[in-house]
């Protein structure tokens, strides 16, 4: 089992900055492929906000490029998403994910977890 614990959510002001971290942590965890963000607002789908892989590829939801960096240490199995110049429309759950594999009674398997979210509000 992998559990994914996050931190650093919270009210900020339009225009402020706020950094999550998510941290991966378990066992059986073989290898960790790639960590993300995903974000939702109250009556919408959740959305990915911007991941990054092992290698240090980075994808990014087109409504936060150039606000948003996403970066890992890997070491640590830690993922974190600083976020600048926040908007009103930022306002959601952040949830952790990760997807990688593990090993499991059955043997070697994929997995993909989520954290249990994190409030961003921004708000004035």
């Known amino acids: 089992q992998v559990q994914l614990v996050e931190s650093g959510g919270g009210l900020v002001q339009p225009g402020g900055s706020l950094r999550l971290s998510c941290a991966a942590s378990g066992s059986t965890i073989v290898r960790i492929n790639t960590m993300g963000w995903y974000r939702q607002a109250p009556g919408k789908q959740r959305e990915l906000a911007a991941a990054?892989?092992?290698?240090?590829?980075?994808n990014y939801a087109d409504s936060v490029k150039g606000r948003f960096t996403i970066s890992a240490d890997n070491a640590k199995n830690t993922v974190y998403l600083q976020m600048n110049s926040l908007k009103p429309e930022d306002t959601a759950v952040y949830y952790c994910?990760?997807?990688?594999?593990?090993?499991?009674?059955?043997?070697?398997?994929?997995?993909?977890?989520w954290g249990q979210g994190t409030q961003v509000t921004v708000s004035s």
């Open positions: 994910n990760a997807e990688g594999r593990e090993i499991r009674w059955s043997g070697l398997a994929t997995f993909n977890y």
């Open positions: 990054v892989s092992s290698g240090g590829s980075t």
